[in-house]
C-alpha cells in the first residue's frame, strides 16, 4: 500500500510547504494538489513544493482540459517535473461542473475530451512533434522545447465510464471514495478496461480523519462529509441503504448555514452511517481496519484528504507513525 496527501491551497503558500513537508517526514509518498480557478493556483504551489520537498512524488490532483488546454498542462507539469528532479504526477479529470459553469465553460463531452487531453500530454510528453486533429484540440507540429522525462497520468474518475477509460489510457485512477462496496462497484469498470498485467496504481482519494480519540476524528470529518452527501448521485446513498429523508436534512442544513452560519445545525445532520461511508475517520485502529478493507478490493494507494484530523500537523504524525509505517514496512 502507498500513501498520499491532499492539500487545498485555500490556505498560505507556507501553511501548505509546512504541511507537505511534514508528510514526507512521516513517510508519505505522494502529494496531490487540487485545482481550482478560486484556489491559490496548483502549479505555483507545485514548484515551491517541488522546491522544499526532496523524496515524496507531488502532482495536480486534478487538473482538467477545460480551463486548460493539454498542451499548457504538459509544459506545466513537465517543469514541475525537472524543478523536482523526475517527482511530478499529473492528475487530469473532468473538472468541477460548478466552478467551471462558475467562469462560463460548459463540461461537455468529458470522455472524449479526457481521452483526446491524455493523447496530446504523452505525446508531448515524449518530446514529439505533434500533429493532433481531434474533435476539440487540433495541433499542428507542436513540441515542448525542452525535457519532460517520464511523468505518470492518473485519472479522476466516478462514473462507471471513466473509471473504464482511466484504466485503458492511465498509469492509475483517483476515485474520490471511502467505503469498500464503492470500490467494489467501480472495480467492476476498471477491470473492463485494463489490460491484463498493466501496472495500475487504484488510489482511494478520501476524506480522511484521524485522532487518538475516535469521537473527536469522527466529529471533526462531519462538514467534509456534508458537503460529499450533498454533491453525491443517488444511486450512491441507494447502495449504502441511506435514506433520502437523512440526505435531505444535510443538504437542507448546509443550504441554511451559507446563509444563518448555523454549521453545528450541518454537524448534527450528518449521521454516524454517512461518517463511514464517506470518510475513513476514527482512531488509528479504526483506521487500519478500514485500509485492510480497501487493499483486500483492490486499492494500492490511500491518500488522505479533507480533515486529516481535527489538528491537520498532529493528524499527519500519527498516520506516519501508526498507519503508514504500518502498511509499507
Ligand atoms: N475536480 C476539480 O475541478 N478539481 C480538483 O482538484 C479535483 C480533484 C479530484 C480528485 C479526485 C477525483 O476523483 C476527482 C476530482 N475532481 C476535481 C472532480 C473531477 O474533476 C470530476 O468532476 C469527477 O471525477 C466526476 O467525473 P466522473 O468521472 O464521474 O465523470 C463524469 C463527468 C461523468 O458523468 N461520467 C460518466 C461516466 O459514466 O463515467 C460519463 C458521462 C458521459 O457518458 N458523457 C458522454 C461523453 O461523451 O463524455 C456524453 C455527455 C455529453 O456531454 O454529451
Redesign the pocket.
Known amino acids: 500500500m502507498k500513501f498520499g496527501v491532499?492539500f487545498v491551497p485555500n490556505v498560505k503558500y507556507y501553511e501548505l510547504e509546512y504541511y507537505a513537508k511534514l508528510a514526507e517526514d512521516n513517510g508519505f509518498g505522494y502529494c496531490?494538489i487540487?485545482?481550482?480557478y478560486n484556489n491559490r493556483n496548483?502549479y505555483a504551489m507545485l514548484t515551491l513544493l517541488a522546491l522544499k520537498t526532496q523524496k515524496m512524488r507531488i502532482g495536480?490532483?486534478?487538473a482538467?482540459p477545460y480551463h486548460t488546454h493539454p498542451a499548457v498542462v504538459a509544459s506545466a507539469i513537465a517543469t514541475i517535473n525537472e524543478v523536482s528532479g523526475g517527482r511530478a504526477v499529473l492528475?487530469i479529470?473532468?473538472?468541477?461542473?460548478v466552478?467551471?459553469e462558475r467562469i462560463g465553460v460548459k463540461?461537455?463531452?468529458?470522455?472524449?475530451?479526457i481521452r483526446e487531453a491524455v493523447e496530446v500530454i504523452r505525446a508531448l510528453h515524449a518530446g514529439k512533434s505533434v500533429s493532433y486533429d481531434g474533435k476539440f484540440f487540433k495541433l499542428s507540429g507542436a513540441k515542448l522545447d525542452f525535457n519532460a522525462g517520464s511523468i505518470p497520468i492518473y485519472i479522476?474518475?466516478?462514473?462507471?465510464?471513466?473509471?473504464?477509460?482511466a484504466a485503458e489510457i492511465g498509469d492509475g485512477v483517483?476515485?474520490?471514495a471511502s467505503h469498500p462496496k464503492d470500490f467494489e462497484v467501480a472495480r467492476k469498470s476498471i477491470d473492463e478496461g485494463l489490460e491484463k498485467g498493466k501496472d495500475f496504481d487504484v488510489v482511494a482519494?478520501a476524506s480522511l480523519s484521524i485522532d487518538g480519540d475516535g469521537e473527536k476524528a469522527r466529529n471533526a470529518a462531519k462538514i467534509v462529509v456534508a458537503f460529499i452527501v450533498a454533491g453525491s448521485p443517488d444511486v450512491i446513498f441507494e447502495r449504502h441503504g441511506i435514506s433520502s429523508e437523512d440526505v435531505e436534512k444535510v443538504r437542507t442544513s448546509l443550504n441554511n448555514a451559507f446563509a444563518t452560519g448555523n454549521w453545528k445545525a450541518v454537524n448534527e445532520a450528518v449521521t454516524d452511517e454517512m461518517v463511514d461511508v464517506f470518510s475513513i475517520s476514527g482512531t488509528p485502529e479504526d483506521v487500519i481496519e478500514r485500509i485492510e478493507k480497501l487493499k483486500k478490493v483492490g486499492v494500492t494507494q490511500v491518500v488522505a484528504g479533507s480533515p486529516i484530523g481535527p489538528n491537520k500537523a498532529k493528524s499527519i504524525k500519527l498516520m506516519g507513525k501508526e498507519i503508514v509505517t504500518r502498511f509499507t514496512n
Open positions: 491532499e496531490w487540487t485545482d481550482h496548483v495536480a490532483g486534478v482538467n492528475g479529470a473532468a473538472g468541477d461542473k466552478t467551471l463540461r461537455e463531452k468529458p470522455l472524449s475530451r479522476g474518475a466516478q462514473g462507471p465510464k471513466m473509471l473504464k477509460l483517483l476515485i474520490n482519494y
